[in-house]
Nanobody, 124 residues
């Protein structure tokens, strides 16, 4: 079992920054692949970025160059630094963990464990 708790969401104006955190606890949490997803009202959930337990990072094209994903030294905390935020970034952001890389397919996203979500709102 892995328990995920997100924090750091909020409301900012376009061009601003936020840093999301996801604290993982439970069984061998440091050995899991972790990811951030987001879901805006009326839209499908999408993967924003993921990091493997070995440290490889991948970003969605929509956030490349603006968002930075990292893990803390103990690998149980996941961070998403979001810069130059845009109104299109407005969504509920979810942390996820899985022994495989969390993915989206056929309109659904799959991960063994999910956090409860943290809201990010970007105003123009």
């Amino acid at each position: 079992q892995v328990h995920l708790v997100e924090s750091g969401g909020g409301s900012v104006q376009a061009g601003g920054s936020l840093r999301l955190s996801c604290e993982a606890s439970g069984d061998t949490a440091s050995q899991w692949n972790m990811a951030w997803f987001r879901q805006a009202p009326g839209k499908e959930r999408e993967r924003v970025a993921f990091i493997t337990y070995t440290g490889d990072v991948n970003y969605a094209d929509s956030v490349k160059g603006r968002f930075t994903l990292s893990r803390g030294s103990t690998k149980t905390t996941l961070y998403l630094q979001m810069n130059n935020l845009k109104p299109d970034d407005t969504a509920m952001y979810y942390c996820a963990a899985d022994l495989r890389i969390p993915i989206c397919s056929g309109g659904k996203c799959f991960a063994a464990y999910w956090g409860q979500g943290t809201q990010v709102t970007v105003s123009s």
